[in-house]
């Protein structure tokens, strides 16, 4: 109230003097207290300061400025509501709590989604109800900052082509090859539209470059293994996937800011797309791996026509390719002496001593410095000479 008489004057002019004495400090408790003091229910700092700061905000002259300045720095730092007024919207301080049209303008997007958001309990935030059926709506500023953080984390496909630098038809190989496995996300943070993590993307282009060798011959760039490169569609998915896998590296000083700019060995390449265009078949390293045989047995036995396969080259060198169906008629026609003595419990050296002696020859051996290795015994000779039967019973 305005002091009507000197006693009033005194009073008045007692409280306003500590408020000036102690600046800024008992200015800023007063402006908390009236905030305490006020309508709890009020959305803005306006309604809750009431006619106290309708009154202080009248004087304009710029003498009052920094009545203004702490004003603001106090409701930007006390007051959680979405509507600071005039003094505090000038204000520099950093607030906790920010309206939902401002974290909007922060986020990019509609503020009719955060409050969406806040009231199906998507993201945490304040609500307030007034009048009829309005509401103001209040969040975080560090959520705020969250969302555009994961909003600028994720993208669409396009985002995702032009960080990979691929285009539409290739970007679809890579997603058939396994690429989008890590890529793509289900479950996405609140507030994020596309499903692409390019952050997971970049991790992707360094972990794949950060393997690059030396390559001496020619290099083919990934950008051109497509289906105009070569038609055999599983031969291209092969070579990406062992882009993707790490066996298939990039050549040292081809490596970018994005994948179209990888460099890989056209031999390996062409290795890959001739061993996928072949069709299933075995290694002799498989073969040894599963039957137990020695490698050079194998290859000995290829080599005189004895266990049928095909042969391609690679770097260089020749390589064998046996079938599963070859290997199973191989099986059924011979069995290595070794294997036989080793079920027999027997030594090798006894076991074709002994078959020399039931006229069973050896075959398949060759001649390894100064041992022979690989023989064979043909089952249908054994079985005409009395077989293991005969053999045991000796």
Known sequence: MTPTTVKEAQIFLAEATNLLTEWPSAFQEEVSNRLRRGDQSASTAPERLGRWYQRLMRFTDPAFGDFRSVLGETVNGSFAGPYLGAAAADSDGCREWISAAEAARIIGIRPDRIVHAVASKQIYGKLFNRGFGHRHVVIR???ADTIRAHRNRFGDKKA???LWGVS???FDLLREAGFMASIEVTELPALVDANHDLEAARKMIDRIAADAKPVQGKTVALKAINLRFTTDRKGVLAVLRAIHDGTLRPAVGSVGENLTALEFDQAEVEFILKET???PGLTVQEVGRMTGWK???IAHWCDVGLLNHETFEHAGRV???????DLVRFQGEYVPSATLAKRM???SRGLMTRLGEMGVDLIGAFQDGSAWRGHLV???DLAAAGGAGRLTND
């Open 141 to 143: 500023k560090a959520t």
């Open 160 to 162: 995702l082509r032009d």
């Open 168 to 170: 539409r038809n290739q």
């Open 277 to 279: 265009l072949r069709g």
């Open 295 to 297: 490698g050079q047995c």
């Open 319 to 325: 390589g064998r390719l046996i079938r599963m169906e």
């Open 345 to 347: 419990q027997t030594s």
């Open 378 to 380: 043909r089952l249908a």
